[in-house]
């Protein structure tokens, strides 16, 4: 895990991808920027992201916000059932938490439409804590290093999440969370994967065989 480690962050040093909820670690902006990043592409996000943040900077603007502003906002990204979610989550975040968002993971899974992978990647990305973000992008990862099989049911898999921690222990859990998510946005893709330009592909063993399929069919006569 070590070197895997080493190397991703050796690689996001050259590769990573800005969006502007990287460039904060103020909890709410991070909550927001998830909940709207939920089966959606993070290049849309950005200018709807943006646009929220200028209008309702705290969760108190937004509670107070007048009906409708919000859905006018939101409305380019589609999955209109986040906007009574967002409300809901923001009453909460008011009324019980004093407006702050809450650190702890079961008081962020207790807010609406806070799923274990967003209430994890608040704590890691905000707070800077170990937590296992897995998702199909992280498992597809570590999957394929490992030579694990990859199926629906692997995000709650016990022993993806025992690697996940494990590949989480390090002095800067958060950017290691984020080199690992930039590699299978960039590289591990689902498929047609490129391998070739992999940090890890000599300790995958996905990438082992894979690469050497494609370097054997690239020699072969057309």
Known sequence: MSEIRQRLLSWWEQNQRLFPWRETRDPWHILLAE??????????????????????????????????????????????????LLRKMTC?????????????REALKSLAGVSDYIAGAVRCFAFGLPEPLLDTNTVRVLGRVWGLPITDSARRSRRFRYLMQA????????????????????????????????????????????????????????
């Not at 943040?53 to 006018?72: N, R, S, V, W, Y």
């Not at 009324?95 to 702050?100: A, C, I, S, V, W």
Request: hydrophobic residues 35%.
């Open 35 to 84: 909940v709207m990043l939920h089966r959606t592409r993070a290049p849309q996000v950005v200018p709807v992201y943006q646009a929220v943040l200028e209008k309702f900077p705290d969760p108190e603007t937004l509670m107070k916000a007048p009906p409708g502003e919000l859905e006018t906002i939101l409305r380019s990204l589609g999955l209109h059932w986040r906007v009574p």
């Open 92 to 104: 909460q975040i008011v009324q019980e938490y004093g407006g702050k968002v809450p650190e702890e």
């Open 167 to 222: 590949f989480m222990d390090c002095p800067d859990p958060r950017s290691s969370a984020l080199a690992l998510l930039d590699l299978a946005a960039l590289v591990c893709h689902p498929s047609n994967p490129k391998c070739g330009e992999c940090p890890l592909v000599d300790l995958c063993q996905f990438g082992r065989t894979y690469g050497n399929t494609q370097r054997t069919s690239d020699r072969a006569d057309p």
